[in-house]
T-cell receptor, first 113, second 112 residues
Framework: EADIYQTPRYLVIGTGKKITLECSQT?????MYWYQQDPGMELHLIHY???????EKGDLSSESTVSRIRTEHFPLTLESARPSHTSQYLC????????????FGNGTRLTVT | GNSVTQMEGPVTLSEEAFLTINCTYT??????LFWYVQYPGEGLQLLLK?????DKGSNKGFEATYRKETTSFHLEKGSVQVSDSAVYFC???????????FGKGTTLSVSS
């Protein structure tokens, strides 16, 4: 049973629109992450946060931005969507501690037309 | 930097066959190692993990042993089922508990 929730599951939107992908977790985890998953299934870290008011960019450059105002909430925003943003976006969280596994949401599949 | 290399797929097996998916890593010190599974249309689920050398992680008939000498964490299952069809990811987290780095994933297809 998922304790980390992503909405929407699917989103089809036109070029130039602003979108926000929501991610919430009920486990009280300090660490949260956004991964982008390409059609070949490879996962790329695009943003992470180790606590409230802390955000960092990941290994893959992304035009998206994130915020972490509350522990449980880690939304991702695209100011102006483009077809190149079409992808699956996976949110995850983990407790602090070496060796702690990530808990993933079911993802948001974004299509920009 | 840290990296994970896992065998290319797809892997196609008959039910009850033996499964091995190879995974090797590059990292300084003693990373934590993980296997995740992703079923169609879902997020990733933790399958098993190992946090120190010679540890064996196991779950649902799957096993993997953390081999420091060969920098490997190969996934094995003695008898696969159709329901095991999914994408499997090997991953590591650095000593400082850094964000997971994933391999490219291996698609497993099991037929009856």
């Amino acid at each position: 049973e998922a304790d980390i929730y992503q909405t929407p599951r699917y989103l089809v939107i036109g070029t130039g629109k602003k979108i926000t992908l929501e991610c919430s977790q009920t486990m009280g985890h300090d660490k949260m992450y956004w991964y982008q998953q390409d059609p070949g299934m490879e996962l790329h870290l695009i943003h992470y946060s180790y606590g409230v008011n802390s955000t960092e960019k990941g290994d893959l450059s992304s035009e998206s931005t994130v915020s972490r105002i509350r522990t449980e909430h880690f939304p991702l925003t695209l100011e102006s969507a483009r077809p190149s943003h079409t992808s699956q976006y996976l949110c995850a969280s983990s407790p602090t501690g070496i060796g702690s596994p990530l808990h993933f949401g079911n993802g948001t599949r974004l299509t920009v037309t | 930097g840290n990296s994970v290399t896992q065998m290319e797929g797809p892997v196609t097996l008959s039910e009850e066959a033996f499964l091995t998916i190879n995974c090797t890593y590059t990292a300084t010190g003693y990373p934590s190692l993980f296997w995740y599974v992703q079923y169609p249309g879902e997020g990733l689920q933790l399958l098993l993990k190992a946090t120190k050398a010679d540890d064996k992680g196991s779950n649902k008939g799957f096993e993997a042993t953390y081999r420091k000498e060969t920098t490997s964490f190969h996934l094995e299952k003695g008898s696969v089922q159709v329901s095991d069809s999914a994408v499997y990811f090997c991953a590591l987290s650095g000593e400082a508990g850094t964000a997971l780095i994933f391999g490219k994933g291996t698609t497993l297809s099991v037929s009856s």
